[in-house]
């Protein structure tokens, strides 16, 4: 059975830094990517930053380029979203997802095929 399970969120002061972690299990697939996605109270959810583990490529939206960070423990089966510079509009409940075979690997959530049950991100100004 497929689970993601998110931890590390927590309130935070803006331009402080958090660290995220998804742990993944249960798979029975070798070539899927892990994406980090949130979604604040009345808007839609955003794709935040994806990682092949096959090949350790990474994707950013542009929202949070520069101040993200995805990486991977594929010996843990853990996944990563480093997040600096912390903003108030950062503020939202993040989610791990997994996509098997991404063709090509990207930030559309209707792609992926298992999801966690997110981790709330606040930060105050």
């Known amino acids: 059975e497929v689970q993601l399970v998110e931890s590390g969120g927590g309130l935070v002061q803006a331009g402080g830094s958090l660290r995220l972690s998804c742990a993944a299990s249960?798979?029975?697939?070798?070539?899927?990517?892990i994406g980090w996605f949130r979604q604040a109270p009345g808007k839609e959810r955003e794709g935040v930053s994806c990682i092949s583990l096959r090949n350790h490529r990474t994707y950013y939206a542009d929202s949070v380029k520069g101040r993200f960070t995805i990486s991977s423990d594929n010996a843990l089966n853990t996944i990563y979203l480093q997040i600096n510079s912390l903003k108030p509009e950062d503020t939202a409940v993040y989610y791990c997802a997994a996509e098997i075979r991404p063709r090509p690997m990207g930030l559309d959530g209707v792609r992926y095929n298992y999801w966690g049950r997110g981790t709330q991100v606040t930060v105050s100004s």
């Open positions: 249960g798979f029975t697939f070798d070539d899927y990517a």
